[in-house]
């Protein structure tokens, strides 16, 4: 069975390694990394590529994944939502899915587990992936039988073509002339609605 962390809006490679599991394993009690796409997600803008990043509270090593705490001193869900309806406010399939975008971001969970969880929930029903999602009850190591361990190896840092998990196929996209792989799944069931199952 796969173990693997809990990811903001993921990259495609997320649901082709999870999409022919029939059960995945979450792990809640890894020590949090910073700059993953635990808390950020990559979108298509009319400019470039863009970040998005859930501010959180007082991360260090010794914090566990399912503790961190979301933080709203500042107001990110309204950034967010803009840069997002800015990016695929014209797409085909923006109008049958904002409202549930929109209320994920916008919920206010306490904790970035929560927050994750909603968010896997929905694009796993758009895509039609039928996983049982799991979340660990203690720590998995690494050598633990039973598991194979995908925890950080899909990162924004190091390109997907090195892993060889998820294999592009190019869609139609709102901006720009050459496709731009391995996005958010914002980017996929906006431009490409019921048919998103079929380019993961």
Same mark, same amino acid.
């Given at each position: 069975?796969?173990?693997?962390?809990?990811?903001?809006?993921?990259?495609?490679?997320?649901?082709?390694?999870?999409?022919?599991?029939?059960?995945?394993?979450?792990?809640?009690?890894?020590?949090?990394?910073?700059?993953?796409?635990?808390?950020?997600?990559?979108?298509?803008?009319?400019?470039?590529?863009l970040p998005l990043?859930?501010?959180?509270?007082?991360?260090?090593?010794?914090?566990?994944?399912?503790?961190?705490?979301?933080?709203?001193?500042?107001?990110?869900?309204?950034?967010?939502?803009?840069?997002?309806?800015?990016?695929?406010?014209?797409?085909?399939? $923006? &109008?049958? #899915?904002?409202?549930? @975008?929109?209320?994920? *971001?916008?919920?206010? +969970?306490?904790?970035?587990?929560?927050?994750?969880?909603?968010?896997?929930?929905?694009?796993?029903?758009?895509?039609?992936?039928?996983?049982?999602?799991?979340?660990?009850?203690?720590?998995?190591?690494?050598?633990?039988?039973? $598991? &194979?361990? #995908?925890?950080?190896? @899909?990162?924004?840092? *190091?390109?997907?073509? +090195?892993?060889?998990?998820?294999?592009?196929?190019?869609?139609?996209?709102?901006?720009?002339?050459?496709?731009?792989?391995?996005?958010?799944?914002l980017d996929l069931?906006?431009?490409?609605?019921?048919?998103?199952?079929?380019?993961?």
């Amino acid at each position: 069975m796969v173990v693997i962390e809990s990811q903001y809006f993921p990259p495609l490679e997320y649901f082709s390694l999870i999409k022919d599991q029939q059960k995945i394993f979450i792990d809640i009690h890894e020590h949090f990394i910073k700059q993953t796409y635990r808390n950020r997600c990559y979108i298509l803008t009319s400019n470039k590529v863009l970040p998005l990043s859930v501010p959180l509270n007082g991360v260090n090593k010794k914090n566990k994944t399912g503790e961190i705490k979301i933080n709203y001193a500042e107001n990110w869900m309204k950034d967010h939502w803009g840069a997002i309806t800015s990016a695929y406010g014209k797409s085909p399939f $923006f &109008e049958f #899915y904002e409202g549930y @975008i929109y209320q994920a *971001i916008h919920a206010k +969970h306490e904790r970035l587990i929560q927050l994750n969880n909603e968010i896997l929930s929905f694009c796993l029903k758009v895509l039609q992936i039928d996983v049982k999602i799991a979340h660990t009850e203690k720590y998995v190591e690494s050598t633990d039988k039973g $598991f &194979e361990d #995908y925890r950080s190896v @899909i990162h924004p840092k *190091i390109g997907h073509i +090195h892993r060889k998990i998820h294999d592009p196929k190019p869609y139609t996209q709102i901006f720009g002339s050459n496709f731009a792989s391995n996005l958010s799944i914002l980017d996929l069931i906006f431009c490409c609605g019921p048919e998103s199952r079929n380019y993961i």
